[in-house]
């Protein structure tokens, strides 16, 4: 039996009804308290709150709107201990937040989406109240597996982090992108589902090669995957083994692939500089289903008997003139043909 005002089971829900619903299962009650409300309750300047909730990428409230819940009061809390805290710096404070709001946003879109299609619903309209029942059952357990997976994450860092003695935000490392090769023209004659079991194989075999290889993943960027490894040989071997996927699965596409070795800056798990670059603009040089790399890249490998290293012809690029690549093979065989 349902209370007053609630919906049958299976009537189906209007707009209002699913987001007000969504909201007090997903927050503990409904929205009641206004910014200023939230500023006072938290200790927070109301000038600081308002930027760190813009900073995680929602919609600024009126001051009249009553658009916040307690869990807004303790998560502002929560903050605000990490910065007396001494773990999020003043300087720092804006890029950590809208690093957290970008990738949260990322992954609630995905788990949504996923969702209703679980239940056979692509809007709204479509969503009935023993739906919402089901989506409580679903909350907790995942809040469960992204925690269990941030703690493994922190291992992991906190690991390679101390193995390397890394004191500084800059350090020595191979940064790496992975092309898809004509992926525009390819998306154009595909379906949306070919298109997206595409890129789900693309990103799935990347992460498990460049995983197995000692390497990161730092980005997708639409038709390519940003990534670093630390040492050289490793990166060689990674690269190799990517190129060679598309001979062995079908469904994985054919890839093009730039190296380059050098001082990086880590910055909120992005990294930036100009080996970045060369790293982009070898791969844009690279033909398909070949690996370029740099040439401190080469001096790193040049001594290496699994690998084979050819200098090619200099070229010019967007802001590098004369940059010298090198093409990444491995040794010929008796029945290569050569170069």
Same mark, same amino acid.
């Given at each position: 039996?349902?209370?007053?005002g609630?919906?049958?089971?299976?009537?189906?829900?209007?707009?209002?009804?699913?987001?007000r619903?969504?909201?007090?299962?997903?927050?503990? /009650?409904?929205?009641?308290?206004?910014?200023?409300?939230?500023?006072?309750?938290s200790?927070?300047?109301?000038d600081?709150?308002?930027?760190?909730?813009?900073?995680?990428?929602?919609p /600024?409230?009126?001051?009249?709107?009553?658009?916040?819940?307690?869990?807004?009061?303790?998560?502002l809390?929560?903050?605000?201990?990490? +910065?007396?805290?001494?773990?999020?710096?003043?300087?720092?404070?804006?890029?950590?937040?809208?690093?957290?709001?970008?990738?949260?946003?990322?992954?609630?879109?995905?788990? +949504?989406?996923?969702?209703?299609?679980?239940?056979?619903?692509?809007?709204?309209?479509?969503?009935?109240?023993?739906?919402?029942?089901?989506?409580?059952?679903?909350?907790?357990?995942?809040?469960?597996?992204?925690?269990?997976?941030?703690?493994?994450?922190? !291992?992991?860092?906190?690991?390679?982090?101390?193995?390397?003695?890394?004191?500084?935000?800059?350090?020595?490392?191979?940064?790496?992108?992975?092309?898809?090769?004509?992926?525009?023209?390819?998306?154009?004659?595909?379906?949306?589902?070919?298109?997206?079991?595409?890129?789900?194989?693309? /990103?799935?075999?990347?992460?498990?090669?460049?995983t197995d290889?000692?390497?990161? +993943?730092?980005?997708?960027?639409?038709?390519? !995957?940003?990534?670093?490894?630390?040492?050289?040989?490793?990166?060689?071997?990674?690269?190799?083994?990517?190129?060679?996927?598309?001979?062995?699965d /079908?469904?994985f596409?054919?890839v093009?692939?730039?190296?380059?070795?050098?001082?990086?800056?880590?910055?909120?798990?992005?990294v930036?500089?100009?080996? +970045?670059?060369?790293?982009?603009?070898?791969?844009?040089?690279?033909?398909?289903?070949?690996?370029?790399?740099?040439?401190?890249?080469?001096?790193?490998l040049?001594d290496?008997d699994?690998l084979?290293l050819?200098?090619m012809?200099?070229?010019?690029?967007?802001?590098?003139?004369?940059?010298e690549?090198?093409s990444?093979?491995?040794?010929?065989g008796?029945?290569?043909?050569g170069?």
């Amino acid at each position: 039996m349902t209370g007053p005002g609630e919906p049958d089971g299976d009537a189906g829900l209007d707009s209002s009804d699913v987001i007000r619903a969504i909201t007090e299962l997903m927050l503990g /009650e409904a929205p009641h308290l206004k910014r200023a409300d939230v500023a006072e309750l938290s200790g927070v300047d109301p000038d600081v709150a308002r930027q760190r909730w813009r900073a995680l990428g929602f919609p /600024e409230a009126d001051e009249e709107d009553a658009a916040f819940t307690q869990a807004d009061v303790e998560a502002l809390r929560l903050t605000q201990e990490l +910065v007396e805290l001494g773990i999020i710096e003043p300087d720092t404070e804006q890029p950590f937040i809208r690093t957290i709001g970008r990738s949260f946003a990322r992954l609630a879109d995905w788990q +949504v989406r996923a969702f209703l299609g679980s239940m056979g619903a692509d809007s709204q309209e479509e969503v009935a109240a023993g739906d919402l029942a089901e989506l409580e059952k679903v909350v907790p357990l995942g809040e469960k597996v992204q925690a269990y997976v941030w703690r493994r994450h922190l !291992v992991n860092a906190a690991s390679r982090l101390l193995l390397t003695d890394a004191d500084v935000d800059t350090s020595p490392m191979v940064v790496g992108f992975a092309d898809i090769v004509g992926y525009t023209s390819r998306s154009r004659k595909m379906t949306r589902q070919e298109l997206t079991d595409m890129v789900e194989r693309f /990103e799935e075999v990347t992460g498990g090669v460049i995983t197995d290889h000692h390497g990161r +993943v730092v980005k997708t960027i639409g038709d390519e !995957v940003l990534f670093v490894v630390d040492e050289p040989k490793d990166a060689a071997a990674l690269a190799l083994e990517l190129l060679e996927k598309h001979q062995d699965d /079908e469904e994985f596409p054919e890839v093009r692939i730039g190296l380059a070795h050098g001082n990086v800056l880590n910055h909120m798990g992005d990294v930036f500089g100009p080996v +970045v670059n060369v790293a982009s603009r070898l791969t844009s040089v690279a033909r398909p289903g070949s690996i370029v790399v740099d040439r401190d890249m080469a001096e790193h490998l040049r001594d290496d008997d699994e690998l084979r290293l050819k200098r090619m012809r200099r070229t010019s690029v967007k802001g590098y003139e004369h940059l010298e690549p090198w093409s990444l093979k491995r040794p010929r065989g008796k029945d290569d043909p050569g170069d």
